[in-house]
């Protein structure tokens, strides 16, 4: 347990009934953590950072894929939207359509327009006090890189750039399993006639983050892009940085860790205000082990979260973790799961370096998982944006966004849909990327898809605009909900959080504090039922929904609406 581990005290609490000192509502149990205060606050504590797939958001030039320019122009929505950074996945010159395959570290991807557009896109962002960050992949690039090329060659200087064996190593596998696979991470070169390491695939070479050079090279482009404009990287893979043996020694080894702190060191001399979130998709433990004391990375993601959210709202759900492990989270007693969470982020780090999220581009989008309901996404919602640390959207989670199917990433990343037209907005001319043949290195030509699943979307009210025209849509219910949360710094950094497990089972109440204020949460976990609850006495009286403005009378008892959620 590290020494900012919070003080959990579980507590009772007496509620009198006003005017008869003999009647006494049930006794109210609840639970506390104490937690410390972040002593240097960054932009990132508890900012809300939104998700663009670049090649799918906004194109401009109506050549199928989304741009800067594109992004450009939908700046002011964002800016509406209530966020206040932008995570871009990879925006670097790659062979494939997903870019994490990075060709050349230096160059932007030309299907997204030119650097000046680029710069342009920083410049407007932060005209309008919103942060950029960049995905930023150093585990390993394609083999179309000119560093692989020339490592396979020999070439003097890139013997080492990469990681070589004269024959297959036995007992090795994937990273994130527990099963030996050799042949899925070592892979033949016949120019070199050597096998080279690869967790992610043999299209992508990992590189050898051992070799000084190599490390001088990386930390080089770290600072181009700073010197850029950009305000911190999403650090992509970060368990699985430098090797020691297979299997339990591919992932989370102390030279990873001491790599990553070496790395944050150098991008906080260049500026001390550029964040650095880690994917770590594993156990909070784990993910707790890259602040390394504060001198590692200043957050991960909170994986445990959303899947935690999902199991409490469809109980059904699959849990699986494509490129990581899933953790062993008992969610089956719903709302306690919530509060679980809270305490093992707590023990593990400072609260605010956990950034929980619902799902992500590697993930299912939330309302396909949610079978389309959206009480049950306005729900996740709410969890989400009253929760504690850095929030994360994925692009289109506003509007309950789904997908045509699962089986294949591009589902998860589909065209934005801003209008009720036949292109849904995205561009003038129709194309999209979407319904191309697979580019090098990936699974495939999928078919054309995306038009005949637009087609039954539209004209349902699960576009942008038409859910702006709607006070009681999904998109509103976000904006409100986000309105809230940058008005009460509490919920974003507590320093106590109080639970109440309540008689109603299905009710979720927690009580945030800090100096800056306090706010209740109320919560009807179930989107079918309304749900009775004793009432705190410090919670009792008339106070303002926050998130719909409405005065509520609160006695000793008061009935919540089927998925109703209250901020006071």
């Keep these: ?228 404009g950009v305000d911190g990287f999403r650090l992509d893979a970060v368990r699985y940085a430098i090797e020691d043996g297979p299997l339990a020694q591919q992932a ?66 699959e849990r699986r973790a494509d490129f990581g492990t899933v953790s062993d989270t008992d969610v089956s007693r719903k709302r306690d799961s919530l509060w679980a969470n809270l305490k093992q982020r707590a023990d593990a780090a400072p609260m605010g370096y956990f950034a929980p999220f619902l799902t992500n581009h590697d993930q299912n989008r939330i309302m396909h998982t949610l079978g389309g309901d959206a009480a049950k996404a306005r729900l996740a919602a709410g969890l989400l944006l009253t929760s504690p640390g850095t929030a994360y959207l994925y692009y289109g989670e506003e509007i309950g966004m789904s997908q045509y199917k699962t089986g294949e990433d591009r589902y998860r990343r589909a065209p934005m849909q801003w209008t009720e037209d036949k292109g849904a907005g995205f561009n003038a001319t129709g194309k999209t990327w979407i319904d191309l043949p697979a580019p090098r290195g990936y699974r495939g030509d999928q078919g054309a898809w995306w038009a005949k699943y637009w087609k039954q979307q539209q004209g349902q009210g699960h576009s942008v605009a038409a859910q702006q025209a709607d006070p009681n849509s999904l998109y509103r219910h976000y904006q409100r909900l986000l309105a809230v949360r940058n008005a009460n710094p509490e919920l974003k950094q507590p320093t106590e959080l109080r639970y109440y497990p309540v008689a109603a089972p299905d009710v979720w109440v927690l009580h945030a504090s800090s100096p800056a204020g306090d706010a209740w949460v109320v919560i009807n976990l179930d989107p079918a039922k309304p749900a009775t609850f004793p009432v705190p006495t410090e919670l009792q009286g008339t106070r303002t929904d926050q998130v719909n403005g409405e005065a509520k009378t609160l006695g000793q008892n008061f009935d919540l609406q089927p998925g109703e959620t209250l901020v006071f």
């Design 1 to 228: 347990m590290n020494l900012l581990a919070p003080l959990l005290c579980c507590a009772t609490l007496l509620l009198g009934v006003a005017g008869d000192s003999h009647a006494r509502t049930p006794t109210l149990r609840f639970e506390t953590l104490q937690l410390e205060a972040e002593t240097a606050p960054r932009w990132w504590h508890g900012a809300t950072v939104y998700e663009i797939w670049p090649r799918s958001f906004q194109d401009s030039d109506g050549d199928g894929n989304g741009d800067f320019n594109g992004m450009t122009a939908k700046l002011d929505d964002l800016k509406a939207l209530g966020v206040d950074a932008i995570w871009l996945t990879p925006v670097f010159e790659a062979p494939s359509y997903h870019g994490y395959d990075f060709q050349d570290f230096y160059a932007v991807e030309r299907d997204y327009g030119t650097m000046a557009d680029f710069e342009r896109f920083i410049a407007e962002a932060h005209k309008r006090d919103m942060k950029v960050i960049l995905d930023l992949v150093l585990n390993h690039v394609s083999d179309q890189h000119p560093w692989f090329l020339a490592s396979a060659k020999k070439v003097k200087g890139y013997e080492d750039a990469f990681i070589w064996r004269s024959t297959r190593p036995d007992g090795w596998g994937q990273a994130w399993s527990n099963q030996p696979n050799p042949e899925a991470v070592w892979h033949w070169n016949e120019q070199r006639r050597a096998y080279y390491y690869g967790a992610f695939g043999n299209s992508q070479p990992d590189l050898n983050l051992r070799n000084p050079a190599v490390v001088n090279e990386l930390d080089a482009v770290a600072a181009f892009w700073l010197k850029k």
């Design 252 to 317: 989370d080894t102390p030279a990873t860790i001491d790599y990553w702190t070496a790395f944050a060191k150098k991008v906080k001399a260049i500026n001390p205000d550029a964040l650095l979130v880690g994917e770590a998709w594993a156990s909070l433990e784990t993910g707790g082990r890259y602040r390394n004391g504060g001198r590692g990375l200043d957050s991960v993601f909170d994986f445990d979260f959303g899947n935690i959210v999902i199991a409490i709202l469809n109980p059904d759900s």
